[in-house]
């Protein structure tokens, strides 16, 4: 079945403690994407990646590390986690050589930070 | 850079009634335009879009939207609400940066379904 798999679901830290949510995808596809969404917010880009070794910042990149050494994982680091990046994070991903394909999410990853 | 605006981030319509979800764009050259729909405790995913073919696109749950350049819109419809339709729905825009394909999403309109 093609799916984007992320983990952990739901997630509670504290302040300044190192995470890492990872997301996988099995359909081969070179784009993938972060994305946090929060209320009356709608969905903000964070991070994004054309392909492996090629990552760019979205619209709210501060906090927020990635890395892409294989083309399925683009995990989401987060170095020193504060209260305001409480929110609901999405991975995607997508056919790389077009803009007109569809974006295929996960089920999203609940965070609350203390 | 391209953007989306979802007018209502509450729509409510009884069961058997007309949905109408609203999104305009703002670009001067038409893009490539999405809906995507998010039930409870889901990601997600493809309702329709339109990619500069016919303007009048069918999407899966029986909604269609369409595309009225003279308007800058990309108005979302279902003939008839179902209960299972209540969830929130996202407009999208394509946006080419440097050649990176991104999709700019709207805020999101919530709809609920009365019995």
């Known amino acids: 079945e093609a799916q984007v798999t992320q983990n952990p679901r739901y997630l509670i830290t504290v302040t300044g403690k190192k995470l890492t949510v990872t997301c996988s995808q099995n359909?081969?596809?070179?784009?993938m994407s972060w994305y946090r969404q929060d209320p009356g917010l709608g969905l903000r880009q964070i991070y994004y990646?054309?392909?492996?070794?090629?990552?760019d910042k979205g619209d709210v990149p501060e906090g927020y590390k990635v890395s892409r050494k294989e083309k399925r994982n683009f995990p989401l680091i987060l170095e020193s986690p504060s209260p305001n990046q409480t929110s609901l994070y999405f991975c995607?991903?997508?056919?790389?050589?077009?803009?007109?394909?569809?974006?295929?999410f996960g089920e999203g990853s609940r965070l609350t930070v203390l | 850079a391209q953007s989306v605006t979802q007018l209502g981030s509450h729509v409510s319509v009884s069961e058997g009634a007309l949905v109408l979800l609203r999104c305009n764009y703002s670009s001067s050259v038409p893009p490539y335009l999405f809906w995507y729909v998010q039930y409870p405790n889901q990601g997600l995913q493809l309702l329709l879009k339109?990619?500069?073919?016919?303007?009048l696109v069918k999407g899966i749950n029986g909604f269609e939207a369409e595309f009225k350049k003279s308007e800058t819109s990309f108005h979302l419809t279902k003939p008839s609400a179902h209960m299972s339709d209540a969830a929130e729905y996202f407009c999208?825009?394509?946006?080419?940066?440097?050649?990176?394909?991104?999709?700019?999403f709207g805020k999101g309109t919530k709809l609920s379904v009365i019995p």
């Open positions: 339109y990619t500069s073919a016919a303007t």
């Open positions: 990646s054309m392909n492996v070794e090629v990552t």
């Open positions: 359909m081969n596809h070179e784009y």
């Open positions: 995607a991903s997508r056919l790389g050589d077009s803009n007109t394909g569809e974006l295929f």
């Open positions: 999208a825009v394509s946006d080419i940066g440097a050649g990176s394909y991104q999709l700019t």
